[in-house]
């Protein structure tokens, strides 16, 4: 018989975190290989566990996991090893917010075993850029919505397939996609086809630069959107963030 072999390394975040027993958490990660998954974590919560230091939130690990095992009445894996994955450390202040913000979105919209390779990367790449401001909220918010097939092509006009006029504004509805403006809400043409050409180079900073212009119309239309596709459920994060903001300003 042939030795078995070890399981393989994949790299995860952890999104959220809970008790299942006295030492142990179930865990729900995002992973590049098998998108979010829930893992159990056994004996991580004891005081002599390596795991305490390595399970944390917005930080990059690599994991290995074995088969699923029944946790809370659901079909959950083991965590059979972790190890931090380098990279930044924990984000502070405003990008703490905000990181925390990401990872709400994820386990709101994201199916659980439906992996997504380049949305991993690009929430690796969002982490990294949290504390520069929000244009790496919005290119995250952006690439989320594409992924998940709830983003039509910003070139052209839904109804009519017509190209977008760079100099004229359009209104991107939860609905009916992107048409000419009916309300306060709208973003210029010029904005739509830089945001399009990023979204299909793929590179995150062109994503992220292209974002950094015309940032309140583009935070309106896009919370509109994933409001709408949240089931109009309020995120809390975002209510937390906006009761710092007020606390801050008085």
């Known amino acids: 018989m ?26 729900d ?18 005081p002599y566990s390596q795991l305490r230091a390595v399970l944390l939130p917005l930080q990059r690990i690599s994991v290995s996991l074995s088969k699923p095992a029944k946790a809370d009445g659901g079909e959950v894996q083991t965590l059979r090893s972790a190890e931090w994955g380098g990279g930044a450390t924990l984000p502070s202040g405003a990008a703490l917010f905000s990181g925390y913000y ?16 380049q949305l991993f990367d690009a929430y690796a790449d969002a982490l990294r850029h949290l504390s520069e401001g929000d244009a790496a909220l919005r290119a995250f918010e952006l690439k989320l919505l594409a992924e998940l097939g709830l983003l ?53 900073a062109a994503l992220r630069q292209a974002c950094s212009t015309d940032q309140p119309s583009l935070k309106t239309t896009l919370r ?23 606390l801050t300003d008085s």
């Not at 975040?13 to 008790?19: A, E, M, N, R």
């Open 2 to 27: 042939s030795a078995s072999r070890a399981p393989s390394l994949q790299a995860a975040f952890v999104l959220h975190s809970h008790d299942w027993s006295e030492s142990s958490l179930i865990l």
């Open 29 to 46: 990660l995002f992973t590049r290989e098998s998108g979010r998954v829930a893992v159990a974590a056994k004996g991580a919560k004891r």
């Open 102 to 117: 990401l990872n709400e979105l994820l386990l709101k919209l994201l199916a659980r075993h439906d992996p997504h390779p």
């Open 152 to 204: 039509p092509d910003l070139s052209v006009v839904t109804p009519t397939q017509a190209p977008i006029d760079p100099a004229r504004r359009y209104q991107l509805s939860p609905e009916s996609g992107l048409i000419p403006p009916t309300g306060d809400a709208s973003l210029p043409g010029a904005l739509l086809i830089q945001l399009q050409a990023a979204l299909l180079h793929g590179s995150p």
């Open 224 to 246: 509109g959107l994933l409001h709408y596709h949240l089931g109009h459920q309020p995120l809390r994060t975002r209510a937390l963030m906006m009761d710092v903001q007020q």
